[in-house]
């Protein structure tokens, strides 16, 4: 019998509200949508309505792949305040279903043994909110808990699941990434503003074995805390509350060095890829599709042409969400399998960047999907919505002409060619693993 693996199964992505284009942001920001497209590649974004939290998105994403079941009520006794109140509207991205997820959805063979939920905006300092999450989705006492590997999280996420169901712990693991960055930006702050959405992402991760279509083959994560202030909110944790002296002015906003974060960014995961192509067998030749954290334009076509990808292997989605965080890449899958881009078997490479500073980057087989046609699905709240539109697969890529992470960063620091950080590990490899 073949090794026990871990498959890819589904994925689903939602987006709250009505997109937001660049020509309705603050007149104050005096940025106008040349401006911010030719620097950013970004078109719009969506916002989630007041009232609306990181638990909120996590479920409309993840009720698509599981079947919904009583959970906690979305108003009333139960839905204390700021507790995945369920309000507000939005769309589904798209959703891939595989045959065995299918069967899970229809009540088949076996349910959801544990949920993982990767975010950087969780709905309170404590606790998680992945327990939360999996109590409305009506799965009772499964374990649940949030990791915090900022843009980086799907990622680790993806390797947290593996572990967990390649180890035989459990049978079949719900991945959400999803965060509500609009929480925590600072509205005087034109340069975040301009690039970050709100969204989540979900995924399904199924025991299967070795040579599967979906199998997740291999994985690389790295991480270099000397840099842990490049990207930051300095107010609110344990560190600024245990001092007399009252938080500074803003601490309590997104802070991120667009032109440092730049140059990590596209360092650490032209490295990162590299290195688990190596580990795989892989040239970049092979790769059908390069999937990277929809962070800005311009460095998703720095890091690809760095590898060696075509941009017409560059999956792209944050023309018309931003960047959503740690659903940036979920999403992207979701929207790209709806328009039917993918083919069971294809060779898939996803690599992100976050804070901490944290990098990581999979290699997997795209699994069997039956995708749906793009709806909106139901929302908590009845209201009128509006499908995300499909995206493009690279004008987005190709049009932007400053290498900056922010608007405001407009002159790259130099990148490496040499970009493999000595702490990196692919998990295909016995030991460390240089450029």
């Avoid at 026990?4 to 020509?23: Q, T």
């Avoid at 009506?138 to 808990?145: D, E, I, K, N, S």
């Avoid at 980057?361 to 699905?377: D, E, F, K, Q, S």
Wanted: charged share 20%.
């Amino acid at each position: 019998m073949k090794p026990r693996s871990a498959v890819l199964e589904a994925v689903a992505g939602w987006v709250p509200g009505e997109p937001v284009p660049n020509g309705a942001l603050p007149a104050e920001w005096e940025v106008d949508d040349a401006w911010i497209r030719t620097r950013t590649g970004i078109e719009g974004r969506h916002r989630a309505a007041p009232g609306m939290s990181t638990g909120d998105l996590a479920y409309e994403a993840a009720r698509l792949l599981v079947p919904e079941a009583p959970g906690l009520a979305a108003t009333g006794a139960g839905a204390g305040a700021g507790m995945l109140a369920g309000t507000g509207t939005g769309a589904r991205v798209g959703v891939g279903v595989g045959a065995a997820a299918a069967s899970a959805r229809a009540g088949g063979d076996r349910g959801v043994d544990a949920v993982v939920l990767a975010t950087a905006t969780p709905d309170h300092l404590c606790p998680g909110t992945a327990p939360a999450l999996a109590a409305r989705l009506g799965l009772g006492t499964v374990p649940a808990f949030d990791i915090g590997a900022v843009c980086s999280g799907f990622v680790y996420g993806l390797a947290v699941c593996h572990g967990l169901v390649v180890s035989g712990l459990y049978e079949r693991v719900l991945l959400v990434g999803a965060d509500v960055y609009s929480t925590w930006l600072d509205p005087r702050d034109r340069s975040s503003g301009v690039v970050f959405g709100d969204g989540a992402g979900a995924a399904l991760i199924g025991a299967g074995r070795a040579g599967d279509r979906g199998e997740l083959l291999a994985f690389d994560l790295g991480s270099d805390g000397t840099g842990y202030d490049l990207i930051t909110v300095p107010g609110g944790g344990a560190r600024s509350r245990s001092v007399a002296e009252p938080p500074a002015d803003g601490d309590e906003f997104f802070r991120m060095r667009g032109r440092a974060v730049y140059q990590h960014a596209v360092e650490r995961m032209t490295g990162s890829c590299r290195s688990l192509l190596r580990a795989v067998g892989w040239d970049a030749a092979d790769v059908d599709h390069f999937v990277p954290h929809q962070a800005n334009a311009r460095i998703l076509r720095a890091v690809a042409d760095r590898v060696g990808i075509g941009v017409q292997s560059c999956v792209t989605h944050l023309d018309r969400v931003g960047n959503t965080g740690a659903a940036s890449i979920p999403l992207a899958l979701a929207d790209a399998d709806a328009r039917g881009r993918f083919r069971a078997g294809d060779r898939m490479l996803l690599t992100a960047f976050g804070g901490g500073l944290t990098w990581g980057t999979v290699a997997l087989r795209w699994p069997v999907t039956t995708t749906p046609v793009t709806t909106t699905p139901a929302s908590t709240t009845p209201a009128s919505t509006t499908p995300v539109p499909t995206m493009t697969e690279a004008p987005a890529l190709a049009s932007t002409t400053t290498e900056a992470t922010t608007p405001e960063a407009t002159t790259p620091a130099t990148t490496s060619e040499a970009a493999r950080p000595e702490n990196s590990r692919a998990t295909a490899l016995d030991g460390r693993n240089g450029s």
